[in-house]
């Protein structure tokens, strides 16, 4: 029975989990979403929720509590900074954890593990990708431009093609 075994050890001491679990949160923060094992991305999220958490009020002591735990300043920065804009309302729940396909090589259950509100999969994507399309193009003073200039080369080269 697994009675008070909270800690997935990983197969690593405490010193390379620790390690693991700041390099993992640091790639989580600055990009937004990452690929890794799902035992990886489970720990991951345990890791880093309470730090998230604690950017809700932008103190001194937060900042440095988050820092004792990533040691990255560009990641404190980004995490108090724009993470802390869009979570600021959120109750609990900031990352997200999809299973995806296994790795080839040995088979290994795979995750993505994302930031929430900065969601990058098809489904929020593709509803920005059609407003931009509404959008009508920039013109420019060509009138043609680049599009102009291929046709009439093909019909140029039919021309001489029909000549000979």
Known sequence: MRHGHKVNHLGRTASHRKALMKNLANALILNKQIFTTQAKARSLRTYIEPLINRTKENTTHNRRMCFAYLQDKESIKTLFGEIAEK???????????????????????????????????????????????????????????????????????????SEE
Do not use: C, H, N, Q
């Open 87 to 161: 979570i600021g309302t959120r109750p609990g729940g900031y990352t997200r954890i999809i299973k995806i396909a296994p790795r080839r090589g040995d088979a290994a259950d795979m995750a993505l593990i994302e930031l929430v509100d900065f969601s990058l999969s098809p489904g929020k994507s593709a509803g920005t990708k059609t407003t931009s399309a509404a959008e009508p193009k920039k013109r420019t003073r060509r009138a043609g431009g680049a599009a102009k200039k291929t046709a009439a080369s093909k019909e140029g080269s039919a021309e001489e093609k």
